[in-house]
């Protein structure tokens, strides 16, 4: 299901055309139109799939999804669990910084309460992600963040462990191979 926004991201990272407003709304400024055509093949890329992106020097690109983060019902406070996953990703990241493109941070959220508490929500965990990775090392120059709410949900919402699954923030690492 959320293949498809995750997909267009990727493209306007990729081609230079994201803009700032995703930090301000969470929605990516993709500029010009461009045909999907253009940048993948007809197999839409996978986690841990490599693709090959026309570019001056042509390289593959690998997307890397590290543990998500998850949080309690309405927090955006990090947990012991939550820290290790992170110090984790910060290991992750640092050691492969020459190689990584973008970090793309999403929020979500389940949909137990208003669409618009629930952006605010998701963008408060990202913020909190944001943070923990700049406190300890990861270049700002390479996050990017967006705030999905519960617009995109990782599981089902219907069901406990479903929302429990999508009160989450993802991170993507970008790397270039």
């Given at each position: 299901?959320?293949?498809?926004?995750?997909?267009?991201?990727?493209?306007?990272?990729?081609?230079?055309?994201?803009?700032?407003?995703?930090l301000a709304?969470?929605?990516?400024?993709?500029?010009?139109?461009?045909?999907?055509?253009?940048?993948?093949?007809?197999?839409?890329?996978t986690p841990?799939?490599?693709?090959?992106?026309?570019?001056?020097?042509?390289?593959?690109?690998?997307?890397?999804?590290?543990?998500?983060?998850?949080?309690?019902?309405?927090?955006?406070?990090?947990?012991?669990?939550?820290?290790?996953?992170?110090?984790?990703?910060?290991?992750?990241?640092?050691?492969?910084?020459?190689?990584?493109?973008?970090?793309?941070?999403?929020?979500?959220?389940?949909?137990?309460?208003?669409?618009?508490?629930?952006?605010?929500?998701?963008?408060?965990?990202?913020?909190?992600?944001?943070?923990?990775?700049?406190?300890?090392?990861?270049?700002?120059?390479?996050?990017?963040?967006?705030?999905?709410?519960?617009?995109?949900?990782?599981?089902?919402?219907?069901?406990?462990?479903?929302?429990?699954?999508?009160?989450?923030?993802?991170?993507?690492?970008?790397?270039?191979?």
């Open positions: 299901m959320r293949d498809k926004p995750l997909q267009n991201l990727l493209i306007a990272i990729f081609t230079g055309l994201f803009s700032a407003t995703v709304t969470g929605t990516p400024g993709l500029g010009p139109r461009h045909s999907s055509a253009d940048l993948w093949s007809s197999d839409l890329p841990n799939k490599s693709v090959q992106v026309s570019t001056d020097e042509p390289r593959a690109v690998k997307y890397i999804s590290l543990n998500p983060i998850y949080f309690d019902h309405n927090q955006y406070a990090l947990s012991r669990e939550s820290r290790m996953a992170l110090d984790a990703a910060v290991d992750y990241l640092k050691k492969n910084e020459h190689n990584i493109k973008r970090v793309l941070i999403e929020g979500f959220t389940d949909s137990r309460a208003t669409m618009s508490y629930n952006d605010k929500l998701a963008d408060r965990r990202t913020d909190r992600v944001r943070s923990y990775l700049l406190y300890h090392g990861v270049n700002s120059n390479l996050l990017v963040t967006t705030a999905n709410g519960e617009r995109a949900p990782t599981d089902i919402n219907w069901t406990p462990l479903g929302r429990a699954r999508n009160r989450q923030v993802a991170i993507h690492a970008i790397l270039w191979q």
